[in-house]
Structure formats: structure tokens, C-alpha cells
């Protein structure tokens, strides 16, 4: 239901650009997230927007630096990622629920979540 697209390996300072194409009916009802799980396997929500598109939410390590958007005509989220640096480097997932906001989200949600994709950020 949910296919991420845009990973890779980059160096420090680069951007890359995550996309999550949503094969679900009624994409404009679900709120869209970023998770990204670590190496030492710690799972946490990067980015997510509101259902409505009204709102936003970034983890504290992120502000400034990457940006989420969605395209609901073409059933797609984005994540853009700028200023990369090792920290970052993970497996990168895309999750959607339905009706919710960007705050509510977290990593117990979600109605569909995408297989990942990697991002690697070498120094």
C-alpha cells in the first residue's frame, strides 16, 4: 500500500529527497509519517503531516534541516532532507493513519506502513 523511493548513499552536507507513493483509497484522509529505525535499532517518528495538511510535526534533531510535504493528487508524501550527516544514516519508513494529526503520531501507530528504504551518510 505504501512504497518508499529516494534512498541511498550520500556524503555529509548532501540532501536526498524520500518519496511514498499510497495506493489507499481516500489519501487526503491520512495522517502521513516519517520513522526511521537505527542501526542499533531505536525507532523513532522523523517528520508528519496532518491529515488536513494543516500540520506539521519534526523531531528536535531534524528541525531546520529536513521538511515533509504531500501531494494529494498524486497520492504521495515527501520527505526532504538537507544538511545530512551520519546521525541520520537509517532505514527510512513511511506510515499512514487515518484522520490523524501530525502530533498524534507515533511509533505504535499506523494503519499501513511502507518496507523502507536506506539512507546512508557517510563522513
Known amino acids: 500500500q505504501l512504497v518508499e523511493s529516494g534512498g541511498g548513499l550520500v556524503q555529509t552536507g548532501d540532501s536526498l529527497r524520500l518519496s511514498c507513493a499510497a495506493s489507499?483509497?481516500?489519501?487526503?484522509?491520512?495522517?502521513m509519517g516519517w520513522f526511521r529505525q537505527t542501526p542499533g535499532n531505536h525507532t523513532e517518528l522523523v517528520a508528519a503531516?496532518?491529515?488536513?495538511?494543516?500540520?506539521?510535526y519534526y523531531t528536535d534533531s531534524v528541525k531546520g534541516r529536513f521538511s515533509i510535504s504531500r501531494d494529494n493528487a498524486k497520492n504521495t508524501t515527501y520527505l526532504q532532507m538537507d544538511s545530512l550527516t551520519p546521525e541520520d544514516t537509517a532505514v527510512y519508513y513511511c506510515?499512514?493513519?487515518?484522520?490523524?494529526?501530525?502530533?498524534?503520531?507515533?511509533?505504535?501507530?499506523?494503519?499501513?506502513w511502507g518496507q523502507g528504504t536506506q539512507v546512508t551518510v557517510s563522513s
Open positions: 506510515a499512514a493513519d487515518r484522520f490523524t494529526a501530525a502530533q498524534a503520531m507515533g511509533v505504535s501507530c499506523c494503519d499501513y
Open positions: 489507499v483509497q481516500r489519501f487526503s484522509t491520512y495522517g
Open positions: 503531516i496532518s491529515w488536513s495538511g494543516g500540520g506539521t
